[in-house]
Nanobody, 126 residues
Framework: QVQLVESGGGLVQAGGSLRLSCAAS????????MGWFRQAPGKEREFVAAISWTGGTTNYADSVKGRFTISRDNAKRTVNLQMNSLKPEDTAVYYC???????????????????WGQGTQVTVSS
């Protein structure tokens, strides 16, 4: 079955960096687009970034553009989120997700994703 396991979260000061990783198993990784979402306490889950199955196209939320970079390594079956210039408002649980359909590009809609990891906490102190 599909398994997604996030790692790399933690506590960092504002302006710092973190790199999240998501290890995928149980399916043909290279055929599916992947996304990162986040959910802060008391807020709805929101889109952060997505990447197509080849890694050729990416999509970012306006709030993270220029600061976050999504990438994938199909040989290692991982998708990463490099987060720079972190702000306190980036504090949230970050989730990795797999697109419902094969060969669909970097959609930002959470309804387009069918498998989710357990999440990793990112806390940015001011």
């Amino acid at each position: 079955q599909v398994q997604l396991v996030e790692s790399g979260g933690g506590l960092v000061q504002a302006g710092g960096s973190l790199r999240l990783s998501c290890a995928a198993s149980g399916y043909t990784f290279s055929k599916y687009g992947m996304g990162w979402f986040r959910q802060a306490p008391g807020k709805e889950r929101e889109f952060v970034a997505a990447i197509s199955w080849t890694g050729g196209t990416t999509n970012y939320a306006d709030s993270v553009k220029g600061r976050f970079t999504i990438s994938r390594d199909n040989a290692k079956r991982t998708v990463n989120l490099q987060m720079n210039s972190l702000k306190p408002e980036d504090t949230a649980v970050y989730y990795c997700a797999r697109n419902l359909l094969m060969y669909r590009a970097d959609t930002p809609r959470s309804a387009d994703y069918g498998s989710w990891g357990q999440g990793t906490q990112v806390t940015v102190s001011s």
